[in-house]
């Protein structure tokens, strides 16, 4: 069984930055491929990032540029560092881990979920 538990979510202004969490708990947790998602108001949760144990990443279109993933294996962590925030972020963020591929992660395989961050970007 593995855990996950994000922090980091809050209110923040358009261009500002934030900076999610995501601590996983869990056997050999730090081999999964880690990601997040993210869920606006009205619209179907849609992929955001992921990284796997190896440290390649993946990213959404709409953020490649200004957000970046990373993870340490060693607590294991996986942190999404959000810049030029803008309105349309405007979602919760839900961590995400599979023991599958980065590929898969992408398409929804994913066996775990945290129950999400509040991000919320004003204008």
């Known amino acids: 069984q593995v855990q996950l538990v994000e922090s980091g979510g809050g209110l923040v202004q358009s261009g500002d930055s934030l900076r999610l969490s995501c601590t996983a708990s869990?056997?050999?947790?730090?081999?999964?491929?880690m990601g997040w998602f993210r869920r606006a108001p009205r619209k179907d949760r849609e992929f955001v990032a992921a990284i796997d144990w190896s440290g390649s990443t993946h990213y959404a279109d709409s953020v490649k540029g200004r957000f970046t993933i990373s993870r340490d294996n060693a607590n294991p962590t996986a942190d999404l560092q959000m810049n030029s925030l803008e309105p349309g972020d405007t979602a919760v963020y839900y961590c995400a881990a599979t023991p599958y591929t980065l590929e898969a992660l992408t398409k929804s395989r994913v066996d775990y979920w945290g129950r999400g961050t509040q991000v919320t970007v004003s204008s």
């Open positions: 869990g056997r050999a947790v730090s081999r999964y491929t």
